[in-house]
């Protein structure tokens, strides 16, 4: 359990290291990245052992991988800014 743990919070630097080089201009403060992502793949592995039981790791680093990603996207910005047409226009 200790094990799984370790590799999912391994798992979620790894992934928003990632995030960080792929999509730095679109995201916030890195600090933040890497605890949003960190915080994702620990929840996403309790989430994931808790409705699987034990001995499950592979899918317990699966669904912690996918949870990581699913809030790490949640703090992406928009590129550019939304151009917004007046009522009247």
Aim: one cysteine or more; hydrophobic letters at 55%.
């Amino acid at each position: 359990m200790i094990l799984e743990a370790l590799g999912s919070a391994v798992l979620g630097l790894l992934l928003a290291w990632a995030a960080t080089v792929g999509l730095g201009h679109r995201l916030p403060a890195r600090p933040l990245v890497y605890c949003t992502g960190v915080a994702g793949a620990l929840f996403g592995d309790f989430v994931t052992h808790t409705a699987l039981g034990p001995g499950t790791a592979l899918l317990s680093l699966l669904g912690a991988a996918a949870i990581s990603v699913a809030s790490l996207s949640l703090l992406l910005r928009p590129t550019g800014r939304l151009r917004r047409r007046s009522a009247t226009a």
